[in-house]
């Protein structure tokens, strides 16, 4: 059985940092990309990050280069690293899996990933 659990989630304050991270247990996923989601209060699913097996990134217009996404295919694990948080990116946050082997054009879709995470939880606030 597919299972993808997130740590690193808590409180933060403006301008700090956080880490996040998910491990893929169940059938290996070093081949698929891995990625995350985020959902604010009252907004809707919003594309964060996604990474290939062979590290190629995107990133979400949401990340403004302050998010780092990196990958370790051996412990099927991703982590994403979190700089000058600000309140805006308070947000339950979800790590996802494609079961295609490749970064697809709708990368930035939730549609596009099969294996979602139950999520954890960022607050940002002073």
């Known amino acids: 059985q597919v299972q993808l659990v997130e740590s690193g989630g808590g409180l933060v304050q403006p301008g700090g940092s956080l880490t996040l991270s998910c491990t893929a247990s169940?059938?290996?996923?070093?081949?698929?990309?891995m990625g995350w989601f985020r959902q604010g209060p009252g907004k809707e699913r919003e594309f964060v990050s996604v990474?290939?097996?062979?590290?190629?990134?995107f990133y979400g217009d949401c990340t403004k280069g302050r998010f780092t996404l990196t990958r370790d295919n051996a412990r099927n694990t991703v982590h994403l690293q979190m700089d000058s948080l600000t309140p805006d990116d308070t947000a339950v946050y979800y790590c996802?899996?494609?079961?295609?082997?490749?970064?697809?054009?709708?990368?930035?879709?939730?549609?596009?990933?099969?294996?979602w995470g139950q999520g954890t939880q960022v607050t940002v606030s002073s």
């Open positions: 169940g059938p290996a996923f070093s081949e698929n990309p």
């Open positions: 990474i290939s097996r062979y590290g190629g990134k």
């Open positions: 996802v899996v494609d079961q295609r082997s490749y970064v697809g054009n709708d990368y930035s879709n939730p549609s596009a990933y099969t294996y």
